[in-house]
């Protein structure tokens, strides 16, 4: 994974990896075009056997790096970013090999004592390879989901039974067989108010390529109530069509109306569900979230807001021209909103939209203020978009505002002085050489005045600066060399 590999000072481990490694580069290298089929297929059965058990070992060494870990070990001071970056997996992925290793992996107790797995026969056969993620995941699942009435016993005997059924099924086979072993469990499907409470969730998937996203939503019964109350009045035809030049929002829906809504129940309950978030948005009873009104914020330029508006006016003058297009613009929680739907929210309420011009709106406050101003932080989102620590991908609404140069050491709260950062990388900020500071491009720098972080001497003794390029994505696609020695620079 990477050209140079971090050292190891024991020599068991290193023997065991370099003749992994060895026998891996020789499998590569063997032909298999000579083989019977049965044959080929045996093959495909013995690199099944260690691709499986691999992540059992790696699940492992996660788990003693997370009990062992050190402040001062990695620079991100973060399991989770440490993964990702070390791993290059994603934020995701990296929580959930934790989460796992949790399930999987030995632990420790504070006396020192090695304790078995939580799931020890699930384990064991993960690590012997003969069964695979799906089949661990089944298990994980069908445990975690029975109710907290099933005792401790009960739950270890359904793990061992499901892991001993786990080396001879396929997983949708196993997925019926726990089916039928929570049904066993739990005949009359009883959940107390705490087994519900430790289900709901709210999970919103990454946009597509055509900008939509796939929201799973684990309801408890007060929110089901709600969502009922709502989507009878909201949801029901001919209220609230955006086909509709003036949307009934009001009163009941005339027959007209009713007859024009052409929406399926399924887009009525979305339409509903976010005439309702515009409303409490532009409502401000939701207050202030790190200083600001709880809005939506979207970076974009009068160049980008003109051109659209140009195309706009020429597809009400002819109904045969394109839909107003452009570049998709970016929100302050890191989604992209299409150029339409931000003129057409323009329209709807001015008062939570934030439009910027080419020039980044700077305000100058000097030394007078410590805490930078709305129409600061406003600035902020448009020019960072998110945190700007290296590698990091939390968008703006979860970050703070930093001084590049330090309050302390006479830092000043202007606009082009501050940055956007999240708690956890804001912490490792500081003025000594074993800490993070923040800093602006040069003059002569392809993205001059955009901030660079410069490492810890532990981490880079040369302490070279890193910019992040996680919100600006067309910058991953930069020539080599263009801004330094590393991609990341």
Not at 344 to 357: E, S
Not at 419 to 445: F, I, K, Q
Request: proline share 7%; net charge negative; with cysteine.
């Amino acid at each position: 994974m990477h050209s140079t590999p971090a050292l190891i000072a024991d020599p068991a481990m290193v023997a065991a990896l370099s003749m992994l490694e060895a026998g891996l580069a020789e499998l590569r290298a063997a032909r298999t075009d000579n083989l019977s089929n049965p044959e080929r297929l045996a093959v495909l059965q013995r690199v099944e056997t260690v691709v499986r058990a691999l992540p059992g070992i790696g699940l492992q060494v996660l788990a003693q790096l997370h009990e062992q870990w050190g402040a001062g070990d990695f620079a991100t001071n973060s399991l989770i970013d440490t993964l990702a970056d070390g791993l290059r997996i994603s934020p995701i992925e990296a929580r959930a090999r934790w989460r796992a290793s949790d399930d999987l992996a030995h632990h420790t107790d504070i006396t020192g004592e090695l304790l078995d797995p939580p799931m020890p026969d699930t384990a064991a056969a993960q690590c012997e390879g003969v069964i695979g993620g799906a089949h661990v995941k089944i298990i994980r699942e069908a445990l975690h989901h029975l109710p907290s009435t099933v005792d401790a016993e009960t739950k270890t005997l359904a793990e061992a039974e499901l892991a001993q059924h786990a080396r001879t099924l396929r997983p949708d086979q196993l997925r019926k067989a726990a089916d039928r072993l929570e049904a066993y469990l739990n005949p009359d499907g009883t959940f107390s108010d705490l087994d519900r409470a430790r289900r709901r969730s709210l999970r919103v998937g990454k946009q597509g390529p055509d900008l939509m996203s796939v929201c799973t939503l684990i309801a408890d019964p007060e929110l089901r109530a709600y969502l009922d109350a709502m989507l009878a009045k909201a949801a029901k035809p001919g209220y609230g069509n955006p086909d509709d030049i003036a949307p009934c929002l009001e009163d009941e829906p005339d027959p007209d109306a009713v007859h024009r809504d052409r929406r399926t129940p399924a887009q009525r309950q979305h339409d509903a569900l976010k005439a309702v978030l515009r409303d409490t948005l532009a409502s401000g009873r939701l207050g202030q979230h790190r200083g600001l009104p709880v809005t939506v914020i979207v970076s974009t330029t009068l160049a980008e807001l003109e051109a659209a508006g140009q195309e706009a006016v020429a597809e009400t003058a002819d109904a045969t021209a394109p839909f107003a297009t452009g570049v998709p613009v970016v929100t302050g929680g890191g989604s992209l909103l299409p150029m339409r739907d931000l003129l057409r929210m323009g329209a709807h309420a001015r008062h939570y939209l934030a439009v910027f011009d080419n020039d980044g709106r700077p305000i100058y406050l000097g030394r007078s203020k410590r805490l930078g101003s709305v129409d600061q932080r406003i600035v902020l989102h448009a020019r960072d978009i998110g945190c700007t620590f290296p590698g990091c991908g939390k968008p703006g609404y979860l970050c703070q505002a930093h001084h590049r140069t330090e309050w302390r050491s006479g830092g000043r709260t202007d606009a082009d002085q501050l940055t956007l950062v999240c708690e956890p990388h804001h912490r490792l900020a500081g003025v000594t050489n074993t800490d993070w500071s923040a800093g602006a491009a040069p003059p002569g720098h392809r993205l001059a005045g955009r901030t660079q972080w410069i490492p810890p001497d532990y981490c880079d003794r040369q302490r070279r600066p890193r910019m992040n390029h996680f919100h600006h994505p067309g910058e991953y696609l930069t020539p080599a060399g263009h801004e330094g020695p590393h991609p990341t620079l």
